[in-house]
T-cell receptor
Framework: ETGVTQTPRHLVMGMTNKKSLKCEQH?????MYWYKQSAKKPLELMFV???????ENNSVPSRFSPECPNSSHLFLHLHTLQPEDSALYLC????????????FGQGTRLTVV | RKEVEQDPGPFNVPEGATVAFNCTYS??????FFWYRQDCRKEPKLLMS???SGNEDGRFTAQLNRASQYISLLIRDSKLSDSATYLC?????????????FGSGTQLTVLP
């Protein structure tokens, strides 16, 4: 049972589509993250939000657009993606302070056709 | 040099075997260290934190060697359910998870 919930779990979209990934956490955490995991590659940090403010954008292309309306919700808006963007997109959250670990959602497996 | 390097494996071991994974990190200022476990097509989950003095949790033992900049994970009496990918995670910034850097993972298969 995870405290971080992602929807949808699977998504197939065309290169001209616009879609959004949703993440919700009920752990009372103040930091939320988007990670990308491609086959045979390590997790890549995409965006970080602390207290709803974006604190890090890891050189992510503008076709990925994050939104954090409050500290419990995080979205990733997708438009004009490329086939190489197909991957597992993981949301995570963590509390502030201390030697904190991240808690992950189950991910959205995205396929761009 | 990669920030966090792991032997990708795969490691195929029989049930009951002892297996060890190593991980090296490049940032000597790194503050926190973790081992995560990721099952096939699932999200990573924290297995254990790694402390300077070393720590043990049941069949799992984690060690940190700051001088040589590596951490290790030892699994004793392997079970079939231990089959997974083990991710080494390093955080160079104390008090913040935003710099978590993941290794590529080491794949373990425990055979009956």
């Amino acid at each position: 049972e995870t405290g971080v919930t992602q929807t949808p779990r699977h998504l197939v979209m065309g290169m001209t589509n616009k879609k959004s990934l949703k993440c919700e956490q009920h752990l009372g955490h103040n930091a939320m993250y988007w990670y990308k995991q491609s086959a045979k590659k390590p997790l890549e940090l995409m965006f970080v939000y602390n207290f709803k403010e974006q604190t890090e954008n890891n050189s992510v292309p503008s076709r990925f657009s994050p939104e954090c309306p409050n500290s419990s919700h995080l979205f990733l808006h997708l438009h004009t993606l490329q086939p190489e963007d197909s991957a597992l997109y993981l949301c995570a959250s963590s509390p502030q302070g201390g030697n904190t670990e991240a808690f992950f959602g189950q991910g959205t497996r995205l396929t761009v056709v | 040099r990669k920030e966090v390097e792991q032997d990708p494996g795969p490691f195929n071991v029989p049930e009951g075997a002892t297996v060890a994974f190593n991980c090296t990190y490049s940032n000597s200022a790194s503050q926190s260290f973790f081992w995560y476990r990721q099952d096939c097509r699932k999200e990573p989950k924290l297995l254990m934190s790694v402390y300077s003095s070393g720590n043990e949790d049941g069949r799992f033992t984690a060690q940190l060697n700051r001088a040589s900049q590596y951490i290790s994970l030892l699994i004793r009496d392997s079970k079939l359910s231990d089959s997974a990918t083990y991710l080494c995670v390093v955080n160079p910034v104390s008090g913040s998870a935003r710099q978590l850097t993941f290794g590529s993972g080491t794949q373990l298969t425990v055979l009956p």
